[in-house]
């Protein structure tokens, strides 16, 4: 079972950042895609970001391109979202997914194509 730790949610006002983490217990990590989804009170689960096996191919949710960067550090089992220019509309629990790639060199944006996932970090933003 692949256990899924998120890290770096808080509180933050219009215009300022946040980094999240999340370790993987995956093994080996590098044969996971990998993606950050967000719900807020009263919406659906959505993707925000997703990345590849490799961290060469991302994917952005048109509301958060530009502001927001996808990586990860195969070496540290772990994957991060870089939130800068942060909006009250990002307000949101944020939750790490995880599946096995199957040698597929390509991201995975919904939610039904990720078998794990993490607890989720809350995300405020202040206006």
């Not at 939750?95 to 970090?121: F, I, L, S």
Request: net charge positive; glycine share 10%; with cysteine.
């Amino acid at each position: 079972q692949v256990q899924l730790v998120e890290s770096g949610g808080g509180l933050v006002q219009a215009g300022g950042t946040l980094r999240l983490s999340c370790a993987a217990s995956a093994r080996p990590f590098s044969s996971y895609a990998m993606g950050w989804f967000r719900q807020a009170p009263g919406k659906e689960r959505e993707v925000v970001a997703a990345i590849n096996w490799s961290g060469g191919t991302t994917y952005y949710a048109e509301s958060v391109k530009g502001r927001f960067t996808i990586s990860r550090d195969n070496a540290k089992n772990t994957v991060y979202l870089q939130m800068n220019s942060l909006k009250p509309e990002d307000t949101a629990v944020y939750y790490c997914a995880a599946r096995d790639a199957n040698g597929y060199n390509r991201y995975y944006t919904r939610v039904y194509e990720y078998k794990h996932w993490g607890q989720g970090t809350q995300v405020t933003v202040s206006s």
